[in-house]
């Protein structure tokens, strides 16, 4: 059964780790460019993209029998590199939330 989906929040996308919708400004996106499988922190590079939750849970879900649920997102894109994009979005994932980037993608400048 599907989760209901808020109508105000914007564009909603599936975590390729859990399958739960949720807005995509709160997920994080795994890129394949022609430079190969990477993690996208501002969500801007152009090619075949994969959302997933900033959740160590999600993140070990995805890599999980053979890496496939991010392989078919990334429509074949191989292993490795995505095994080393979900290993870089995990660090930074573990990381303390002070080192951590924004996830939003506003280019608009905070008001300060």
């Known amino acids: 059964m599907r989760e209901p ?4 929040v914007g564009p909603v996308r599936t975590c390729v780790g859990c399958r739960r919708t ?4 709160e ?5 394949r460019t022609p430079a190969g499988v990477r ?7 152009s090619g075949r993209g994969a959302n997933i939750c900033p959740e160590l849970s999600c993140i070990e879900a ?16 191989p292993e490795t590199e995505i095994r080393a994009a979900l ?4 660090c930074e994932v573990a990381a303390p939330t002070t080192t951590r980037p ?4 506003s280019n608009t400048p905070s008001a300060g």
């Open 22 to 25: 949720r807005p995509r400004d």
């Open 5 to 8: 989906r808020p109508t105000d």
């Open 102 to 105: 924004r996830v939003t993608g």
């Open 27 to 31: 997920l994080a996106r795994l890129a």
């Open 62 to 77: 995805a890599g999980q029998r053979g890496a496939g649920p991010v392989r078919r997102a990334l429509r074949g894109a």
């Open 39 to 45: 993690y996208d922190r501002r969500r801007r590079a």
């Open 87 to 90: 290993d870089e979005l995990r």
